[in-house]
């Protein structure tokens, strides 16, 4: 089936390291995205990337990495300079280009410091 | 970037419609409204989308105001399976491809 593949479910990490959450489509989309979203809270945007080799920081980009080396994959790694990484992230994508496309997401990764 | 405005929360008597509404007053002139919702620890889904015409689809539909500063989504008769945090969104503008999230409206069905 066509849809958006987020791994793990559940992660721990403990503070100092960088973890990396893998995110797989197989929908064709040119275009992925990563949100956080706290408890209680909305979507903030963090990276997206419109095209392979080419991605660009959302409103809180800031303790993120990502990379966009094949169209079907866009990891984010969440690294030790992020201070509060506790919360559910979502990976996304959508056809590029146009406003009235519509936006898929995977099922989330919850990330736990301890 | 174009922002959407949405209510907190709002409840509804089950099997009776609903109105959830979101103001966007920066809208352009080529930005579509979205609407998705989720469930606890769930990706959001979607829910409708349109331009400026009303919609309908088999999940809901949606009311585009003239001007386009805002628009009202229609459940037309509310189950306890549609109790969910609902989100108006827009494409974001000058081909930045972003899909910008407000804060959501989280809609409580009583039985």
């Known amino acids: 089936d066509g849809g958006i593949t987020q791994s793990p479910k559940y992660l721990f990490r403990k503070e100092g390291q960088n973890v990396t959450l893998s995110c797989e489509q197989n929908l064709n989309h040119d275009a992925m995205y990563w949100y956080r979203q706290d408890p209680g809270q909305g979507l903030r945007l963090i990276y997206y990337s419109q095209i392979v080799n080419d991605f660009q920081k959302g409103d809180i980009a800031e303790g993120y990495s990502v990379s966009r080396e094949k169209k079907e994959s866009f990891p984010l790694t969440v690294t030790s300079a992020q201070k509060n990484p506790t919360a559910f992230y979502l990976c996304?994508?959508?056809?590029?280009?146009?406003?009235?496309?519509?936006?898929?997401f995977g099922e989330g990764s919850w990330l736990t410091v301890v | 970037d174009a922002k959407t405005t949405q209510p907190n929360s709002m409840e509804s008597n089950e099997e009776e419609p609903v109105h959830l509404p979101c103001n966007h007053s920066?809208?352009?002139?080529?930005?579509?409204i979205h609407w998705y919702r989720q469930l606890p620890s769930q990706g959001p889904e979607y829910v409708i989308h349109?331009?400026?015409s009303n919609v309908n689809n088999r999940m809901a539909s949606l009311a585009i105001a003239e001007d386009r500063k805002s628009s009202t989504l229609i459940l037309h008769r509310a189950t306890l399976r549609d109790a969910a945090v609902y989100y108006c969104i827009l494409r974001g503008t000058s081909g930045t491809y972003k899909y910008i999230f407000g804060t959501g409206t989280r809609l409580k069905v009583l039985a």
């Open positions: 996304a994508s959508s056809i590029a280009g146009h406003s009235g496309n519509t936006i898929y």
């Open positions: 349109g331009l400026t």
């Open positions: 920066t809208i352009s002139g080529t930005d579509y």
